[in-house]
């Protein structure tokens, strides 16, 4: 972030007592630097309050929303990288958010889009800004293990009961996560229009409870690949528990050895971590798994605007992902002539699933605290809360494609096969 050298500050400051603070050139400087900070994320209606208590904001009115930086170092570095430094110096306490984390990061992400260093305008190479791995075969396995190889315990904590880590649907918005997350898998499944017997592949299962519902609810046969060794153990676990280890298969393998040919393919959550340059072979796969009258869906998180990800978000959530556009995901369905039939936006489901983990994450905050440090704690604070506050303000999407062979004819004369699902849901949820 560039520095206004040429600004100069003559103000006086007011502690939270309510006294005057003496002034001073140290004083000053903090102040301007406060001040070209504030400036350069588009002046947010927010105040800062310093480690001395002198409070600054940008108007009049008490701002609904602000932090508290605890040290001049770290004033200093949210200067230098305001991307990645407020993000750890947030897990370290040296800046606190006061009014509410979500409704902090909606002010600050709702402002900084009005600045000209930090307007989304659409970058070709956004994808590779900022990351710390690409995606090989070797690096896809670092990545994946880096986020989701962390404990499947923790993940029961807050996750619902199948342990879906993707965007639920709630055909009625007052739906416990537990209804929201199976209607999800019932879309997905009359959307791919499954039948008994079918076989389906899916490339990047979680934890498996899509395969299983498919399995169990549909009479499909499943192989599922996915690369997260904790995932593989639990999702096998649980189909062999359930009775369901021949009509699923779970195979801990990368997407880019899939084999065999099936009637339907499905990713959910995946693409995220595949990166554009691997779509040419993602659709490789897509084209020499589905069968001529096959039918495929890709369920993930998109944007409308191709603007890199968070460096904080890169090195310490995901790293090699990145949420592509429409435009970008398009390259998976030229290559091999793809028809595109349907294309749905579940932005706002995402909204509600992340509010749901929030909470349940918070209200287990002392088992976290077993397994965890601090640090850990508030880092997943951010990113939940973070994920609330994109999806809400539309700088993040939840996309669903299905795709078809651009000779297939036998597809859907009209959308009754979905209207029924939420018929069903209004009755049942």
């Not at 999800?184 to 076989?199: A, E, N, S, T, V």
Request: hydrophobic residues 35%; contains cysteine; neutral net charge.
């Amino acid at each position: 972030m560039d520095i206004d050298t040429t600004s100069t500050v003559s103000l006086p400051f007011t502690g939270r007592n309510g006294k005057s603070c003496s002034g001073g050139a140290v004083y000053a400087i903090d102040n301007w630097l406060v001040r070209t900070f504030l400036r350069a994320i588009g002046n947010p209606a927010l105040r800062v309050v310093l480690w001395d208590g002198r409070e600054i904001t940008t108007n009049g009115s008490p701002p609904a929303v602000g932090m508290v930086i605890h040290d001049r170092g770290a004033l200093r570095r949210l200067l230098t990288n305001p991307l990645l430094n407020f993000g750890d110096d947030y897990c370290s306490r040296r800046i606190e958010v006061e009014g509410g984390l979500v409704r902090f990061l909606e002010t600050v992400y709702r402002s900084m889009r009005g600045t000209r260093r930090y307007r989304r305008v659409s970058d070709p190479a956004a994808y590779r800004r900022n990351q710390p791995n690409r995606n090989t075969l070797l690096e896809s396995r670092r990545n994946i293990h880096h986020h989701y190889d962390i404990g499947n315990d923790f993940y029961q904590l807050w996750l619902d009961k199948e342990m879906l880590y993707t965007c639920a649907y709630f055909p009625d918005q007052a739906a416990s996560l537990e209804d929201a997350q199976k209607a999800k898998m019932d879309l997905i499944c009359r959307k791919l229009r499954l039948q008994p017997g079918q076989c389906v592949v899916e490339a990047g299962c979680g934890w498996g409870g899509l395969a299983r519902h498919m399995a169990r609810r549909y009479g499909v046969r499943v192989k599922a690949y996915n690369i997260s060794r904790e995932q593989i153990f639990y999702a096998r676990h649980r189909a062999k528990i359930e009775g369901l280890e021949g009509r699923v298969e779970f195979i801990e393998d990368d997407y880019r050895n899939i084999t065999g040919i099936y009637d339907a393919f499905v990713s959910v959550g995946m693409l995220e971590h595949v990166g554009p340059d691997n779509y040419r072979e993602l659709s490789q796969v897509m084209d020499r798994s589905l069968v001529e009258q096959g039918i495929g869906l890709i369920h993930t998180i998109g944007q409308n605007c191709a603007t890199p990800m968070s460096p904080w978000f890169l090195r310490r959530m995901f790293p090699g992902s990145y949420p592509p556009t429409i435009r970008e995901i398009m390259e998976l369905f030229e290559p091999c002539e793809f028809t595109v039939l349907d294309v749905e936006n579940l932005r706002l489901h995402y909204a509600r699933t992340c509010e749901h983990w929030l909470e349940r994450f918070e209200q287990n905050l002392e088992r976290v605290r077993e397994m965890f440090d601090e640090g850990f704690i508030r880092a997943w604070r951010l990113y939940l809360s973070g994920c609330i506050a994109n999806f809400t303000l539309g700088n993040l999407q939840l996309f669903q494609f299905v795709f078809s062979r651009h000779t297939n004819n036998l597809v859907p004369w009209t959308r009754g096969h979905l209207m029924a699902l939420t018929e069903e849901s209004d009755g049942n949820l």
